[in-house]
């Protein structure tokens, strides 16, 4: 069984910074991909951005040049660097993992940007 732990959200002020980090515990697996997703108060859930273990990644026009996404194989660990954050970024983060044989989700951790 594999259990996602996620850390790394906060306040920050608008224009400021944060890094979001998901660590995969378990064994006997590799990550395959991953994504991060939030969701504010009302709204569905949105794909912010995705990466598989070779390294392609693809990112929601909202935060493209803003957000990256990176996949630590030997860390088993998933970040997501958030940058010039904005008050429409406030939601709900969450990761989820790709394995050979099964997605994993974690429980998300708040991010807050004021204005």
């Known amino acids: 069984q594999v259990r996602l732990m996620e850390s790394g959200g906060g306040l920050v002020q608008a224009g400021g910074s944060l890094r979001l980090s998901c660590v995969a515990s378990?064994?006997?697996?590799?990550?395959?991909?991953a994504s991060w997703y939030r969701q504010a108060p009302g709204n569905d859930r949105e794909l912010v951005a995705d990466?598989?273990?070779?390294?392609?990644?693809k990112y929601a026009d909202s935060v493209k040049g803003r957000f990256t996404i990176s996949i630590d194989n030997a860390a088993n660990t998933v970040y997501l660097q958030m940058n010039n954050l904005k008050p429409e970024d406030t939601a709900v983060y969450s990761c989820?993992?790709?394995?050979?044989?099964?997605?994993?989700w974690g429980q998300g951790t708040q991010v807050t940007v004021s204005s």
């Open positions: 989820s993992i790709a394995t050979m044989y099964n997605d994993y």
């Open positions: 378990g064994s006997g697996f590799t990550i395959k991909g």
């Open positions: 990466a598989s273990a070779r390294g392609n990644t």
